[in-house]
């Protein structure tokens, strides 16, 4: 099994340089990184696992930023978002980001997306939050047209783009209805997340990994109906405190990569977890 790490990256912590060599140098095949625009203080939208929210929700690195300091000093590594939260974005912006990143990264790059928990937060970017679903299916659609090989308009419910000369292009291949760089939506298993998924991406980024062997044979069923390749769908488990028994789980569900989480610390202990976690990586 592959395994990638995800860190909150701060102005605190190890720098994404020096992370991205570690990780390639080790053997790791992936870091992601989450994405908080800004927590505003006063704050009534819970934090999701309980409790005070951490420290480093509001010290958050742009992932872009980040990731492309990353792919600067690596070849092989991947680099992904988890999650970009496409709602908070101008999607004609976000378009270019992605594709640029992917372009000069030589196709590295996988958009893990989803639809955020902070009320907050996506209320000063102006997202109505119960429509924020719709709103990223939307922007999701109107990027595709800017990543198809020719000028694609798209005229949707919350935005439109007239046909355009949009470069650079995204490296991977267009694949079923799916254009753009590798694509999985994160969120907890339900009938509309799982349409979402194979509706348009390749698959689906479940923080935790609890309740696979219940969820997933659900999520095949839909993507099968939706006329999507088996064999296509990608699930990766994410934010994952690793033991051997649950990657073996893991592993037994068909399940190919999985990211792990780091501590958002310093570089001493961030290589000493490195370590740590070196005993789950397959021998090279």
Known sequence: MRIAVTIFLTDETITPTRLAHELERRGFCGLYLP?????????????????????????????????????????????????????????????????????????????????????????????????????????????????????????????????????????????????????????????????????????WLPIGGRGLGESLPVLRSVWADAGRDPAALQVVPYAVHPTPGKLAHYAELGIEETVVQLPPAGEAEVLRVLDAYASFLEPR
């Open 35 to 203: 994405e908080h625009t800004h927590i505003p203080v006063e704050r009534t939208t819970p934090y999701p696992v309980g409790g005070d929210l951490p420290r480093e929700y509001g010290r958050t690195l742009d992932p872009f930023v980040a990731l492309g300091q990353a792919a600067a000093v690596t070849e092989r590594l991947g680099l992904g978002t988890g999650i970009t939260l496409v709602a908070q974005h101008d999607p004609i912006g976000l378009a270019k980001q992605i594709a640029t990143l992917d372009h000069l990264s030589g196709g590295r790059f996988t958009l893990g997306l989803g639809f955020g928990w902070n009320v907050e937060e996506a209320a000063d970017h102006g997202v109505e939050w119960r429509g924020r679903r719709e709103l990223v299916r939307d922007r999701m659609g109107l990027m595709r047209a800017l990543w198809s090989e020719g000028p694609v308009g798209y005229e949707g419910e919350f935005g439109s783009v007239r046909p355009s000369f949009a470069f650079p292009k995204p490296a991977q291949k267009p694949r079923g209805p799916v254009v753009g760089p590798c694509t999985l939506v994160g969120g907890a298993a339900g009938p509309r997340l799982f349409a979402h998924i194979a509706e348009y991406a390749d698959g």
